[in-house]
């Protein structure tokens, strides 16, 4: 549950700050849109702060994921260069973390075959998240994809052996998926995987401008690098309430409270200060929460653009990359056979 994933991510923190050398984290994203503040908040920030601290950090660039609730993958090369670009622009560093695409690394697809062995349809059927998904998706029927994808996650966490995961609230089932393969595993074969845990952030399910999850494929998402005039536009759409006065309570007022969390996050304050310094009127909410934002996004969106002038050096750094979680995969993918005994 989400209290429990939080204790233990308190715990978690504990132990990363005495000894940032004892974790490997492996985290990404689906190539599906550009990158927004709930991807900022919610893992993106996670992921830059533990890098500067010093743990070993891989990022996932999950192309094949983009086929689980559509049928073909659009623009996929640019989107890719996208998603590279949020990257750099938040604070990842190549020659510190490893950015690479699934798709590129053989060995790492090879695990997805003795790991579907050691799961149950049933259990698959069971899982939320995809549940969720196949109400949301564009595909004509669903795939065979969409039901192992969390199977596919568990090769993309444990090839490297990661022991921490920095994601947002919706991938907790997911990560129950990757724990139970990796004791599975472990207890058929012999130790191999660490069973690792999601570290959540202080905003594990920012909610986007209609008051749902925000999210890449909805339009309800303010873009990393989106410009300080669309940030506006959107934050002036954004759907409030009809109360007058401003107060910062999530589970009664979502869309309000999302939109005042938003501000707090940006000033590094508290949500409930923030409403009160607001006072009323939806109108003084969304001027404060735009100010905010684009105050705080702007040295990002500046570096962005300055990497997005030399798409060469972009295409290098996920080409090295490959080849970084290739030689890691390969060694991981060697392990496995020889304790499932087929090492010929
Ligand atoms: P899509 O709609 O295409 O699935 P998405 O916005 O859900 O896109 P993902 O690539 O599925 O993005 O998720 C990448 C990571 O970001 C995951 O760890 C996920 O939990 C986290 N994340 C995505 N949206 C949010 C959000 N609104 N709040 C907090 N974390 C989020
Ligand atoms: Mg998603």
Redesign the pocket.
């Known amino acids: 549950s989400l209290a429990v994933a939080r204790r233990r991510s308190a715990e978690l923190e504990e132990r990363i700050r005495r000894e940032p050398g004892s974790f490997r984290v492996l ?4 190539p ?2 550009p990158l ?1 503040l ?2 900022y ?3 993106l920030r996670n992921r830059v702060r533990l890098q500067d601290a010093g743990v070993e950090t891989f990022v996932l660039v ?1 192309d094949y994921q983009v086929l689980t609730d559509r049928d073909v993958a659009e623009r996929q090369a640019e989107t890719v260069e996208e998603l590279l670009l949020d990257h750099l622009a938040v604070g990842i560093d190549p020659e510190r973390s490893v950015i690479f695409a699934h798709s590129a690394v053989p060995a790492l697809n090879q695990l997805l075959l003795p790991f579907l062995s050691l799961v149950s349809v049933a259990e698959l059927q069971r899982n939320p998240t995809v549940k969720d998904e196949i109400a949301h998706s564009r595909q004509s029927a669903v795939s065979g994809l969409m039901f192992t994808y969390p199977v596919h996650q568990a090769a993309d966490i444990l090839f490297c052996k990661a022991n921490l995961v920095p ?5 907790l089932p997911h990560l129950e998926v990757t724990r139970t393969v990796a004791r599975r595993f472990d207890d058929r074969y012999g130790p191999v995987f660490p069973v690792p845990d999601a570290l959540l952030s202080e ?6 401008t209609d008051g749902t ?6 339009g309800n ?1 303010i873009a990393l690098g989106a410009t300080a005039d669309a940030t506006a536009k959107l934050i002036k759409g954004a759907r409030t309430d009809a109360e007058r006065h401003i107060t910062y309570d999530p589970e009664h007022r979502p869309e309000v409270s999302s939109l005042v969390l938003l501000a707090a996050l940006c000033e590094g304050g508290d949500p409930h200060a923030v409403a009160e310094e607001i006072g009323g009127g939806a109108a003084a909410l969304k001027r404060r929460v735009t100010e905010s934002v684009n105050t705080f996004m702007a040295p990002m969106r500046a570096r962005r653009a300055a990497y997005a002038k030399d798409r060469t050096y972009l295409r290098e750094v996920l080409r090295s990359g490959n080849e970084r979680a290739g030689a890691v995969a390969e060694a991981t993918l060697a392990e496995v056979r020889q304790a499932m005994g087929t090492h010929y």
């Open positions: 985290t990404g994203d689906r599906t849109g927004h709930g991807h908040f919610g893992t999950a994601v947002g609230q919706d991938q905003a594990p399910l920012l909610l986007g999850k925000m999210s890449k494929s909805r998402s």
